[in-house]
């Protein structure tokens, strides 16, 4: 790599060096440069305020760790070639560059896509433009390529991904109980028979560190209030989307009137796909919802009102969903209140949520002891490590007095 390096003031690990040539290209491409105005916790701020930081600040910080994992592993004596390094640092900076605004909100109502898909879509993209060069990167991140640790540490169990937004979430949220010893924990990974292991004096930073995951999960990205919130605006984007499908006419930014109006039985050109989503930010969406608030549509405007006014819904989490007679006496308390009896469903919803702070099905976190065998976690570790899902079922309504 060249020695030269572009240094960055990161609020959470201080002075972080990126060198330039590729990264620093792709950092300043416009695709990127996006990630700047998409927050990284949607509405959470709602409910923490300095939860302002972008996917720009997450990327950047995804991208430190892993320079620092590759060094440690190398001065461990795992062979990882320049090529190899760049290749996994470029995979992780640009692992949430197909995420759309307000974390997944679109993915649930405008687009057929998950963000991991857009990704991809964007990584060829850019392939194309820097001549093959993001070849192996693309390789790494979906799974292809024969050195498996270094997918695992883009997306597995213990990546850069998960070890950044925890701590950063925590720091600008200020919920302490999402703290984690990340640097401990990335001078104890080790590789064995090409996988990603921890060493045995590493055992008690993993456990802290799924403990506070499950905490960080519960505590801000499944809080109540945040996921009313973001379920407002998810209906408030169906509801715009059923008026558009209608011919409706609806003041809205012109990339996200794109999705908005488009037919969803017509196919979907990639490259007219990115073109509109690389202009599609937080800040469309926040425009969207101020024109909308005085919409003639009554469920429109009211929840848009909702939103940009911080009026939310109330959100109940019950350990089984709701009984139908339930729901139906929720209707019509609110049928009473706002007598809009044809748009209720867009009112008064239901769902789940489910999190477990380890799931051992697909990958296990395993432990290096100093005789070299290798087990599982669940094997070593003497504390609970959640490994059932919890799901928890909730019913979303409007607040009235009284």
């Not at 060249?2 to 792709?26: A, C, E, H, M, T």
């Not at 994992?69 to 062979?79: D, H, I, S, Y």
Request: one cysteine or more; aromatic letters at 10%.
């Amino acid at each position: 790599m060249n020695n030269r390096q572009k240094i960055f003031n990161d609020p959470v690990y201080g002075f972080v060096s990126v060198p330039r040539g590729i990264l620093l290209d792709l950092i300043d491409h416009p695709s990127f440069q996006r990630l700047r105005r998409i927050r990284q916790l949607g509405l959470t701020s709602f409910v923490y305020p300095g939860a302002l930081h972008t996917r720009f600040h997450h990327a950047l910080g995804a991208l430190h760790l892993m320079q620092e994992v590759l060094e440690t592993l190398r001065q461990k004596g795992t062979p990882i070639s320049d090529e190899e390094a760049e290749a996994a640092c470029i995979a992780i900076l640009l692992h949430d560059i197909g995420h759309g605004p307000f974390s997944h909100a679109l993915e649930h109502t405008l687009l057929e896509y998950q963000h991991e898909d857009i990704s991809i879509m964007f990584m060829e993209a850019l392939n194309k433009e820097f001549e093959g060069r993001l070849s192996l990167a693309i390789e790494i991140f979906r799974d292809t390529y024969h050195k498996k640790f270094l997918h695992q540490l883009v997306s597995g169990q213990l990546d850069m991904d998960r070890m950044d937004y925890l701590n950063r979430d925590s720091f600008f949220t200020g919920v302490s109980e999402g703290v984690i010893g990340y640097d401990r924990i990335l001078k104890m990974l080790a590789v064995h028979e090409g996988e990603l292991v921890v060493e045995e004096k590493g055992i008690y930073s993993i456990e802290k560190f799924l403990i506070a995951r499950r905490l960080m999960y519960w505590q801000v990205y499944l809080h109540k209030t945040g996921v009313a919130a973001e379920k407002m605006l998810i209906h408030t984007l169906r509801r715009a989307r059923t008026l558009a499908l209608r011919k409706t006419e609806l003041e809205v930014p012109r990339h996200l009137g794109w999705f908005l109006y488009r037919d969803p039985g017509e196919p979907m050109d990639t490259e007219e796909l990115l073109a509109h989503f690389t202009h599609l930010d937080d800040h469309d969406v926040t425009a969207a919802v101020k024109y909308w608030s005085e919409s003639p549509d009554p469920t429109l405007s009211f929840l848009s009102k909702g939103l940009l006014e911080r009026r939310l819904f109330r959100l109940e989490w019950h350990n089984k969903a709701a009984s139908e007679t339930y729901i139906q006496e929720i209707k019509d308390q609110v049928r009473q209140h706002v007598g809009m009896d044809d748009s209720l469903n867009d009112l008064v919803f239901t769902g789940s949520e489910s999190n477990r702070a380890y799931d051992d099905s697909k990958e296990q976190i395993r432990i290096l002891f100093k005789n070299g065998e290798v087990k599982p976690i669940d094997q070593c570790s003497d504390v609970p490590l959640y490994t059932q899902p919890v799901t928890k079922h909730y019913i979303c309504y409007p607040k009235f007095p009284g």
